[in-house]
């Protein structure tokens, strides 16, 4: 599909997952370990480790690795499981970013003094009525 016929919400791109077996394996040892993990800050919220320096710093290296866990388990299964997908968006032109009409784009003469403030108001305040 050429990108000049493509309309906007045409899937442009579709790929679908993978779907391997290791990364699967590999997405069940990192849910484990995360467990492990979880199991260990819990315990040592509960038992008062935190009550130091260096134990406040143990504490909160066992946070720091449950985070980097469950990005590398977010990372695999975004690339291994989720499908590939370029969606055709519609791009707007600069002059629609402003809030101006297409009949508007070459500005307007100062002799029309009321339809130059209207378009100053909607300017300063997008949801100005007309």
């Known amino acids: 599909m050429s990108s000049s016929g493509s309309t906007y ?16 394996i590999g997405i069940v040892l990192l849910t484990v370990i995360e467990v492990i993990l979880v199991f260990f800050f819990v315990y040592s919220l509960v038992s008062g480790w935190a009550l130091t320096p260096f134990s406040n710093m143990f504490v909160g290296a066992i946070l720091g690795l449950i985070f980097i866990d469950l990005a590398f388990i977010l990372a695999l299964y975004r690339k291994e499981f989720l499908p590939d997908v370029m969606i055709v968006k519609k791009r707007r032109r600069k002059w629609e970013d402003l ?31 007309r």
């Open 9 to 24: 919400g045409d899937i442009h791109r579709y790929e679908p997952a993978r779907e391997s077996t290791a990364a699967a």
């Open 99 to 129: 809030y101006i009409d297409s009949d508007d784009v070459d500005g307007n003469q100062l002799a029309g003094g009321e339809q130059v403030m209207d378009t100053l108001k909607r300017a300063v305040y997008p949801y100005y009525k």
